[in-house]
């Protein structure tokens, strides 16, 4: 039997490609589709209206981002991954993302700042329009960006594959609640710091958004909350 995820209609302005990229990837990382369970390319390709060659394609891109795994002869399992996995990416995360993003305070330029905020801006209003996939890939090429002052390469594509491996099965409740719109206004907030040149306030605010990947937006609650319960 196979199994269909209910996902949202296609951008066909974007690439028929990479459209059906981002929104498996955003599936996968939200968890409209399961962990452990396998998904057919033909099933898929009906559910978005396309072939199932360009979700064969698709579904070969995220396999190499280890979130999927192929099963021959039947399609693609989505991976599951412990909270101890989770764990670890987000430790290696901190340990990785906030003293490169204080790194690079005073050293993006204006017209830097102006990019970044067009993106910025673009991961709120995909929250607010609940385009799970459009704010991911908005927040990535943020980050990405961000990170790309660094002028290393390894490093961005390093914390790139960190941050695709990461789940968020907290960011549909937070849809649902109006609250991911609230969580997106962090970029701008991250990017008012740096114009400052608040190194300290850059670390903490880094620190805070990794937290929430591993809390608020893994789960739909926060470390303290996920304590109490």
């Known amino acids: 039997m196979s199994i269909t995820p209910n996902l949202p209609p296609l951008n066909r302005h974007a690439s028929l490609r990479e459209t059906v990229i981002e929104q498996l990837r955003a599936a996968i990382i939200s968890g ?6 396998v998904y057919s390319a033909p099933a898929l390709g ?3 209206g396309v072939s199932p060659t360009p979700v064969r394609e698709a579904m070969v891109e995220l396999a190499q981002d280890g979130l999927v795994e192929t099963v021959k002869n039947k399609g693609f399992r989505v991976r599951s991954v412990s909270d101890k996995e989770l764990d670890d990416l987000a430790e290696v995360r901190l340990l990785l993302e906030p003293p490169s993003v ?12 102006a990019e970044l905020r067009e993106l910025a801006q673009r991961i709120v209003d995909a929250a ?6 459009g704010y991911l890939m908005a927040d990535r090429e943020f980050h990405a ?3 790309g002052y660094t002028g290393n390469d390894q490093l961005v594509a390093l914390a790139t594959s960190l941050r695709m491996r990461t789940r ?4 549909q409740s937070l849809i649902r609640q ?3 719109a609230e969580s997106a206004r962090e970029h701008h907030e991250l990017l008012n710091h740096m114009e400052a040149g608040d190194a300290e306030a850059v670390l903490d ?22 304590d109490e319960r």
């Not at 409209?32 to 369970?37: I, K, N, P, S």
């Not at 204080?102 to 700042?113: D, M, Q, T």
């Not at 937290?211 to 303290?224: E, K, P, V």
């Open 32 to 37: 409209e589709m399961e962990e452990g369970v």
């Open 178 to 180: 109006g609250l991911l």
């Open 168 to 171: 968020m099965y907290g960011l």
């Open 128 to 133: 607010e329009a609940s385009d799970l996939a």
């Open 145 to 147: 960006g961000l990170l």
């Open 102 to 113: 204080v790194a690079v305070v005073g050293r993006v330029p204006s017209e830097g700042f």
């Open 205 to 226: 605010l880094m620190r805070r958004h990794i937290g929430h990947a591993r809390g608020l937006w893994a789960t739909g609650y926060d470390s303290a909350e996920a």
């Open 46 to 48: 009906k559910a978005f």
